[in-house]
């Protein structure tokens, strides 16, 4: 019922226009007002839904970012955190926890910008008595502290382009009886220029004809908006992504979309629309860029393995050892152990979110603070913006 209502409205914008650009498609599927993936109140998280994230793997994910916002707030002598994006609530939960078990200074505010209304309410139901507050755009008043997002920028939308003889195509979304397909309609100006740009940078053409790949076009005013407001402080991105160079190799030809349906992994993103996920890797050199811009300093570019292992996780996990009998004392300590020592190789190795998922720190005036930050302790690929 919801996805034929879906269905149809996506149907309606194809008819008047013939087809529609993918970055219309995606933001369609994604936030359509009640219908969108996003704005559906459809299971998406967890056992039940579509994919898992950090915070939902274990809770020494937030509990170790929480200790890299601990350093931050000290150095500011105060200070707010702003997630964005806050799915279940799963993430402040474990880092505001984090922050009150270390006895640190708390944060003066903890927002979430959300602009889904289904995670929204989950949220509130959720974190409403830890004090936290909501958003639907960013705040009017500039503020001190932290800005955080995981996962979220993948799912800005994108433009997917594909190289021929002719030049650039951007790929549109048309239908027939059957169902949705692709085609290819001239690129404009904008497209155009963001590929010539990037091949300038690279040194190289991106491909052979028949390369295909993806542009968010609204990376950098989101990044923008956000370091408008921010007048001192930290903003901290983890998604899959890559450096501009590794994200239009050549040998990554069929682009970087991603679907998530019921834990099943895909690249097909017309297919189920509104009901599954879809997202687009994050070009991590567009989003320093962005930052260079925007007048923040680059922090650091590392892996979330060699964050979470800066920010103290195997520390984390031996004191639960310890508390909770993991040594082979209590038999349910010992369960609880083995499920933690599961999710720390989930959240670090390399074929698994170690690897795959990088972290950005973008700063503004964070003096000599900037160069001793723990998660950007570790390897660095700052050589890979
Ligand atoms: C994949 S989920 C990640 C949730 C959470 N950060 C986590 O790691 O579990 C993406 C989240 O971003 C939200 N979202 C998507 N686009 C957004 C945007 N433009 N601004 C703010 N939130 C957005 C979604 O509603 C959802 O809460």
Redo the contacts with the bound molecule.
């Keep these: 019922m919801h996805g034929r209502r879906a269905e149809n409205l996506i149907r309606g914008r194809i008819e008047e226009e013939g087809a529609i650009a993918f970055s219309e498609y995606m933001e369609l599927c ?2 359509a007002p009640g219908l969108g993936y ?2 559906a109140g459809n299971a ?2 967890g056992p039940e839904g579509d ?1 898992v ?4 793997i274990s809770t020494l ?1 937030g509990r170790c970012v929480a200790r890299q916002f601990e350093e931050v707030l000290d150095f500011l002598g105060g200070g707010e955190i702003l ?6 609530g ?2 402040a939960e474990s880092c505001l926890a984090e922050l009150s078990r270390r006895d640190a200074a708390a944060p003066r505010r903890y927002r979430i ?4 209304p ?3 309410d989950r ?1 509130r139901r959720r974190l409403e008595p830890l004090g936290v507050e909501w958003l639907e755009a960013l705040p009017e008043d500039p503020f001190d502290g932290i800005v ?5 920028v ?3 939308p994108v433009e997917r382009f594909r190289l021929s003889p002719e030049g650039v195509e951007s790929m549109h979304v048309a239908a027939n009886l059957e169902g949705l397909r692709w085609v290819a309609r001239p690129a404009a100006r904008a497209l155009r220029e963001h590929v010539r740009a990037v091949e300038g940078r690279l040194g190289r053409p991106l491909g052979a004809a028949g390369y295909e790949s993806e542009w968010c076009p ?1 990376l950098p005013g ?1 990044l923008e908006a956000i370091a408008a407001h921010l007048r001192q402080g930290l903003v901290l991105v ?1 998604d899959y992504g890559y450096g501009e160079a590794e994200y239009y190799h050549p040998d990554r030809d069929r682009g970087t979309l991603r679907c998530h349906y019921r834990h099943r992994r895909h690249d097909d993103p017309l297919i189920l629309p509104t009901l599954q ?1 879809i ?1 687009a890797s994050v070009d991590f050199s567009a989003l320093a860029r962005a930052g260079d811009a925007a007048g923040l300093d680059r922090v650091g570019f590392t892996t979330q393995a060699w964050f979470l292992l800066g920010c103290g996780i195997t520390h984390l996990l031996a004191e639960l050892g310890i508390d909770e009998g993991g040594a082979g004392g209590q038999p349910h300590g010992g369960a609880r152990y083995a499920a933690h020592a599961h999710a720390v190789r989930q959240l670090t190795l390399p074929g698994e979110m170690g690897e795959r998922v990088r972290v950005l720190g973008l700063g503004r005036a964070l003096g000599g603070a900037a160069a001793t930050l723990r998660g950007f302790t570790g390897r660095r690929l700052d050589d890979r913006l």
């Design positions: 994604l936030n996003y704005t998406k998280f994919f994230t950090a915070p939902e994910f997630e964005i994006g806050g799915g279940t799963a993430f910008l959300e602009t889904s289904d995670l929204r949220q955080f997002a995981n996962e979220v993948d799912a800005l609204s989101w983890f996920d997202t």
